[in-house]
């Protein structure tokens, strides 16, 4: 065996701790921008591309909500003093593991070639195109997601199953940061109104509540301007020994 457990748990370590996780999200050291995604550390990321930034696919809609969360990250003061808003934009980088260097979980092929699902094509505009934004003291998180052209599944309009990707995204993005690590447990999704392909919606996720090591989120998708629904859902996490996960136990 190529690595021993011991090696394994001792890279899971190197991870830091749970409470990483929240601390730093919530650190004024992170402030303007947030140095980690979804609380892992972010040695664990590559950095070249931070893919929750624009790019030229972004059509109007895309960009005026990005514009209107982004302006809240900061707020200007009086006398030009800048402080915190009550929004963060979440980093997004498509591979998550860095250290997980092969044995008997993770073979070379896979550990050189894994991406996120969610950011598998470095193609602006072709697949899922979108951006978080967390705000501490409402709970809650919020995607603006534009959908490309081979996330089809009814002619012409998104794949349910795109949809319930990104659904699980943002529920899970704020189950990561307000309980730490999480596997999405279930996911129940009121298809209300097929998304159009190429069109921009807005996806919203607040706490519930927390029962131990379970975390409900509920959540909805509707067109930019709110005044369509075209999903509503629940959301449950479960609280995970991240070593386990990795460990496959
Ligand atoms: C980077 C962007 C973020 C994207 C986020 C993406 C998140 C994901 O997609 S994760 C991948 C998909 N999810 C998975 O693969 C999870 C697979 N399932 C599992 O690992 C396990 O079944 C797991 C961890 C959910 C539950 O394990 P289990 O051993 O049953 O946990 P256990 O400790 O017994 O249960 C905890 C509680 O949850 C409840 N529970 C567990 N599963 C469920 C369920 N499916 N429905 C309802 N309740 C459940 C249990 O009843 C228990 O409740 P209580 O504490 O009241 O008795």
């Known amino acids: 065996m190529a690595w021993s457990l011991g090696r394994i748990c001792k890279s899971v ?41 624009p790019n030229s696919s972004w059509g109007p809609e895309m960009m005026r909500l990005y514009k209107h969360y982004n302006s809240q990250c900061e707020v200007v003061m009086e006398g030009g003093v800048k402080q915190e808003g009550p929004w963060r934009r979440l980093p997004s980088y498509n591979r998550v593991l860095k250290y997980a260097t092969g044995g008997v979980y993770l073979n070379k092929i896979i550990q050189s070639k894994a991406r996120l699902f969610t950011r598998n094509t470095g193609d602006p505009g072709v697949a899922f195109e979108y951006v978080l934004f967390f705000n501490r003291e409402e709970q809650r998180c919020v995607g603006i997601f534009q959908a490309g052209h081979l996330l089809e599944g009814p002619p012409g309009h998104v794949h349910g199953g795109a949809t319930a990707t990104m659904i699980d995204t943002v529920t899970g993005a704020l189950a990561l940061i307000l309980s730490g690590p999480v596997v999405t447990a279930n996911l129940n999704i009121n298809y209300r109104k097929p998304i159009p392909l190429g069109s921009t919606v807005l996806l919203e996720s607040s706490l519930d509540r927390k029962e131990g090591k379970k975390t409900f989120i509920t959540s909805k998708v509707t067109s930019s301007d709110g005044s369509k629904l075209h999903t509503d859902t629940t959301a449950l996490f479960v609280s995970i020994s ?7 136990s």
Do not use: E, I, W, Y
């Open 13 to 53: 370590q190197r991870l830091g701790s749970l409470s990483s996780v929240q601390s730093q999200l919530s650190h004024p050291a992170t402030s303007g921008s947030v140095r980690t995604m979804l609380g892992l550390p972010s040695s664990c990321f590559s950095k070249t591309r931070d893919f929750s930034l």
């Open 242 to 248: 991240f070593s386990n996960l990795l460990l496959g």
